[in-house]
């Protein structure tokens, strides 16, 4: 069992930034990749970025590519996304999770965290 807790939303003008921190338990955050996903009211669910278990690579959504960065630190067992130039359209609860497998590109989530809340205002 994984436990995944996000830390670091609120409320942000647009044009602002905020960083998001995703904790993890357990000895096995290193043998997962690692995703951010956002889901706005009224909206589905939907991938935001990812990160391979060693670190050396991320793929984003196109909404977000250029403004934000998925980054990790294993020996702290931490997951971030650097939000940057943030607009009213990315506010949404934003869920952290530990990807199991990726395949033909689409991640499958092992374990989600509780989600935080960011809101950009105009």
């Known amino acids: 069992q994984v436990q995944l807790v996000e830390s670091g939303g609120g409320l942000v003008q647009a044009g602002g930034s905020l960083r998001l921190s995703c904790a993890t338990s357990?000895?096995?955050?290193?043998?997962?990749?690692m995703g951010w996903f956002r889901q706005a009211p009224g909206k589905e669910r939907e991938f935001v970025g990812r990160?391979?278990?060693?670190?050396?690579?991320?793929h984003y959504a196109d909404s977000v590519k250029g403004r934000f960065t998925i980054s990790r630190d294993n020996a702290k067992n931490t997951v971030y996304l650097q939000m940057n130039s943030l607009k009213p359209e990315d506010t949404a609860v934003y869920y952290c999770?530990?990807?199991?497998?990726?395949?033909?590109?689409?991640?499958?989530?092992?374990?989600w965290g509780q989600g935080t809340q960011v809101t950009v205002s105009s």
């Open positions: 990160i391979v278990r060693s670190g050396s690579d991320t």
């Open positions: 999770a530990a990807i199991g497998t990726v395949v033909d590109g689409t991640p499958h989530v092992d374990y």
């Open positions: 357990g000895r096995t955050f290193s043998s997962y990749h």
